[in-house]
């Protein structure tokens, strides 16, 4: 009996124990009432309570201020503890939308693990604080963004035209000079791409400098010729709430990523849709092959280094990037993520986007074949070829376009390379327009400046020659690269049904006579120590012996 009492004493004193300790723990050492106690106003010390930000119809409630009391709505100018801080100012109030909609995380948590959710089985981590602006990508799609070249002409023309005079972007320009010129006049120019650039911007700029006797308006503005104009204005609408986001998604419209991947609808199809990667749960992500800490931002950093080691059997070459440029796309990555606020609340740039069909790049040429076509032909379409795939051709290559006509390009683009990497880009769903392959074509011929070569015959087949001869003669000049039956191990493939459909026989023609500078292909007009000069009547010959390769299913010339 004696027994049976103590065992019921002390375990009542135990539990007894447990529950005071769990009061202590809650109502006085919990992390987020010692940072309040810390926090002072300038009234004096803050009321220690639980805080949260709720938005009814986003179905949020978020308790990150709870810990982050200078970024609760009416709380600001508090000190004392580091948390204490002010939101850092955006181009709209944190209070309307909460904290998680835009930074991920668990909201209604009040412990530090907990509320990052760095914890087993939460799906939606918090995003690292170096990429904090991804979050924007969960409402915002930034529409029309050139590719990076086009941002850094804009950016050093803003400064070769000396606009920082009077205006200041991420703190810099607007400041008095040696000789006390200038200084800040213009307005801030770090998001006015939020608000949008007047389009008759340069007209007042001209009329106030004819207007000024002296001062800023003389010393540092000029006349800027139209095509500066343009790249300037463009580089401006880049700067909304989240420039730097801009930015990485402009490498990623030149590095060619879409020419494999989709993005909201739009791209290749060789790689996985990236349109919500950046919503991915890390519990779901193999981490086997990943180095260092087991997040979605350093799986996406690890896969940029080494695709096949990440993911074995990955048909994704090593692109080759430099530190800095994993860095920018691992925080794009990190942007592609949605959050399924209702339609009411969706900014400008997505409706324009998802509900109009507004193109995510500009649809000049250059952005065009950097957005899709440079990861496989180069960005200034000089031709790749990575370890363990076939050689991708060079598209500026001068004697390539000295034979090809723009039709034959168009024609090239709209129906792909049927069993080989290139799309069909005019067919496919998320392909190019009809105008946007006419854009790829004209900058192709004008970044080469190679112009479009005559028709030297009204037809284009007009080839009427021995193919059993042209036979002998390509076993033993051209089977070598391009394969004996034109499969192409390592050259182009010949007996492709639409290349022989795009290509006329003025082509074809030419290409074998002329060969292709820099390139193991010959001139086989002018010979080499290692093939003689052929006669133009064996050129023909080999051409009718290709043209043998065509079945009655090809595509239709």
Request: glycine letters at 10%; aromatic letters at 8%; proline letters at 7%.
């Amino acid at each position: 009996m004696n027994k049976n009492k103590h065992l019921l004493l002390w375990s009542s004193l135990g539990v007894l124990a447990l529950l005071v300790a769990a009061a202590v723990q809650e109502n006085f050492l919990k992390d987020w009432r010692r940072i309040q106690a810390a926090t002072r106003a300038d009234s004096g010390p803050i009321e220690v309570r639980l805080r949260q930000i709720v938005v009814p119809k986003l179905k949020v409630t978020d308790r990150c201020v709870t810990c982050h009391v200078g970024m609760a709505p009416g709380e600001q100018g508090l000190g004392g503890s580091p948390l204490a801080a002010a939101h850092p100012p955006v181009v709209h109030d944190p209070g309307d939308f909460g904290c998680t909609v835009c930074h991920g995380g668990q909201g209604r948590a009040t412990d530090k693990a907990d509320a990052h959710g760095d914890v087993h089985f939460w799906p939606q981590p918090m995003i690292p604080a170096r990429y904090a602006y991804a979050g924007c990508g969960s409402c915002h799609t930034h529409i029309r963004v050139p590719n990076q070249a086009q941002l850094r002409r804009g950016r050093n023309l803003v400064e070769r035209y000396d606009c920082l005079a009077c205006h200041r972007i991420d703190g810099r320009g607007g400041t008095l000079r040696p000789d006390g010129a200038s200084g800040m006049e213009g307005p801030d120019l770090s998001q006015i791409g939020a608000a949008g650039l007047a389009p008759d911007w340069y007209a007042k700029h001209l009329a106030a400098r004819q207007a000024a006797a002296d001062g800023p308006w003389k010393t540092s503005f000029g006349p800027i010729d139209e095509a500066d104009r343009e790249a300037i204005a463009e580089y401006l609408g880049s700067r909304v709430g989240a420039p730097a986001l801009v930015h990485a998604k402009a490498l990623f419209h030149s590095l060619g990523c879409r020419g494999c991947h989709k993005v909201g609808g739009v791209g290749g199809d060789d790689g996985p849709d990236l349109t919500l990667t950046g919503d991915k749960d890390p519990g779901q992500v193999d981490f086997s092959h990943v180095a260092g800490e087991r997040t979605l931002a350093n799986w996406h950093a690890e896969h940029l280094r080494y695709p096949a080691k990440i993911v074995p059997g990955s048909l994704m070459p090593d692109p080759g990037l430099t530190d800095e440029q994993v860095d920018m796309l691992t925080f794009y990555l990190l942007s592609l993520r949605r959050t399924s606020s209702p339609e009411a609340f969706w900014p400008k740039d997505r409706i324009r986007a998802e509900r109009f069909d507004e193109r995510e790049f500009t649809t000049d040429g250059e952005t065009l074949f950097g957005t899709f076509c440079a990861a496989c032909h180069g960005a200034a379409g000089e031709g790749r070829r990575y370890p363990d795939t076939l050689p991708f051709p060079s598209v500026s290559n001068p004697d390539f376009l000295a034979a090809a006509g723009d039709d034959f390009l168009a024609r090239t683009i709209h129906h792909g390379r049927p069993g080989r990497r290139m799309p069909a880009w005019g067919e496919k769903d998320g392909g190019l327009r009809p105008e946007e392959i006419a854009a790829v074509v004209d900058f192709l011929r004008r970044q080469s400046g190679a112009s479009e070569p005559e028709p030297i015959h009204p037809q284009r087949r007009w080839v009427q020659a021995d193919a059993a001869a042209g036979q002998a003669l390509y076993a033993r000049y051209c089977a070598g690269c391009h394969g004996a039956d034109g499969e192409g191990p390592q050259a182009i493939q010949l007996n492709n049904p639409a290349l022989l459909a795009a290509a006329s026989d003025d082509y074809l023609v030419e290409m074998i006579g002329r060969g292709r500078r820099g390139t193991p292909m010959p001139s086989f007009r002018q010979g080499s120590t290692t093939n003689p000069a052929l006669s133009e009547a064996e050129i023909e010959a080999i051409v009718a012996f290709v043209r043998t390769w065509e079945q009655s299913n090809a595509v239709t010339p």
